[in-house]
């Protein structure tokens, strides 16, 4: 069967865009830098995206594309007879499964705060009061599993339409909304009284304010967000690799997109912390500032009810790309692996994500008390995600590319290089070799080590 292809090349660029899109650039994002000094902290997260993030995010593209086909079967495919880079499709497969068994929760709390800002519920509250609403929420069990219900349906329901007319069509739509809301935010944040200070801090980096943390804590948490913000590592990108033509070489693709996702977690500071700066409230308040500062600041604004609205649609629309995105490469998977039709694949995975979106809902309520290494289960489902599949599966895509044991480097330079565009740095193999193994390795214990260090 002939495989499915975008209809136009910017559909491909706004899909993978999409899929990298995510909260992680606008409700991590924000957080972190207001955390960790501003624009200086921003500039060295630039450097580590396009150090790391880029040469892996092309190599997927590139595994993708050779293959033609999903994480399931693309090591299947490519590798030489015998070895056994193909056993890693399981844990890419599991990747995907459980970044979707919390995100779909998380992307219901948007929903749910479209609809309250919609409706007013927050006005005449004071910050006691939006608060108290974000932890009635998070302990609400039927709320929560509706909504999150809700989006699991809305997620497949595209996905079930088929890639052109579905996938492609609907994230298209949502990604020029989501940039047209962004920037009409970002313009009235900066022009509110008050705001000067807050972009200042944004957009003037002042490397005195990296001291107030170690700066390895610094330099930690900007690779981890340049890493986790693309979604390396679990085959999310490498699905869309294998949907476009050999027209244009991969690293020009690549870095369209990240352009785009970079420019979205830039203009979301832009929203942010103007904002915080002219109601006197502390950007790096951590993953709270969406859900119970953000609220209080739209709560103070003329017309802060519609401002507040278009805020939490722009935030369900940069969850829903990526739901998309994942569940995309979910039923991809399955027809690969099985042969399964387009619509049992959708029904099966659409029952199986919303069964196991459950034990996120139940840790924050019924089972509050239970605890993995001192994480909800929520949170723990992020961590098994965030610092072990994607950095280790990152890995994985990065050693199979550049050793001879793999694909190799020759095979896939050949197919990164092949089109018009931008050309992947072959003079650099030595830096992709042995350089950038040891960096991913790094972000993996890091990770660890500051687990233990707060248990």
Known sequence: MERERFSSRIGFILISAGCAIGLGNVWRFPYITGKYGGAAFVLIYLFFLIVMGLPIMV???AVGRASQKSIALSFNVLEKKGSKWHLYRYVGIAGNFLLMM??????????????????????????????????????????????????????????????QSGVERINKFMMVVLFLLMV???????????????????????????????????????????????????????????????????????????????????????????AC????????????????????????MAGGRIWGA???????????????????????????????????ATIINGIAIAVLSLPCIFGLTIWSDFTILGKN????????????????????????????YGWGWDNFIKEANTGKGIGFPKKLKVYFTFILPLIILYIFFQGYWSLFQTL
Request: aromatic share 14%; hydrophobic share 55%; proline share 4%.
């Open 59 to 61: 190599m997927e593209f």
């Open 102 to 163: 919390f995100y779909t929760t998380i992307g219901g709390w948007m929903l749910i705060y479209f609809f309250k800002m919609l409706k007013g519920d927050f006005v005449g509250l004071d910050a006691e009061g939006v608060s108290q609403v974000y932890a009635n929420l998070t302990t609400d069990l039927p709320t929560m599993l509706i909504w999150m219900l809700i989006i699991v349906a809305l997620g497949f329901l595209v996905c079930s339409m088929g890639l």
């Open 184 to 274: 009409v935010l970002a313009v009235n944040s900066s022009l509110l009284p008050g705001a000067s200070e807050g972009l200042k801090f944004y957009l003037l980096p002042d490397f005195g304010k990296l001291t107030d943390y170690p700066i390895s804590e610094v330099i930690f948490a900007a690779m981890g967000q340049a890493f986790f913000t693309l979604s390396c590592g679990i085959g999310a990108l490498a699905i869309f690799g294998s949907y476009i033509g050999k027209e244009r070489k991969l690293t020009g693709e690549a870095v369209n997109i990240l352009v785009l996702d970079t420019c979205v977690a830039l203009i979301a500071g832009l929203i942010i912390f103007p």
């Open 277 to 300: 700066s002219a109601y006197g409230i502390d950007p790096g308040e951590g993953p709270g500032l969406v859900f119970v500062t953000l609220p209080n600041v739209f709560n103070h």
């Open 310 to 344: 278009m805020f939490f649609l722009f935030m369900t629309f940069a969850a829903l790309t990526t739901i998309i995105a994942v569940f995309q490469n979910i039923i991809s998977c399955a027809t690969d692996l099985w042969g399964w039709s387009l619509k049992k």
């Open 377 to 404: 289960i929520m949170d723990f489902e992020d961590f098994l995600v965030s610092n072990n599949i994607l950095p280790l599966g990152s890995l994985v895509y990065l050693l199979f590319c550049v050793t001879r």
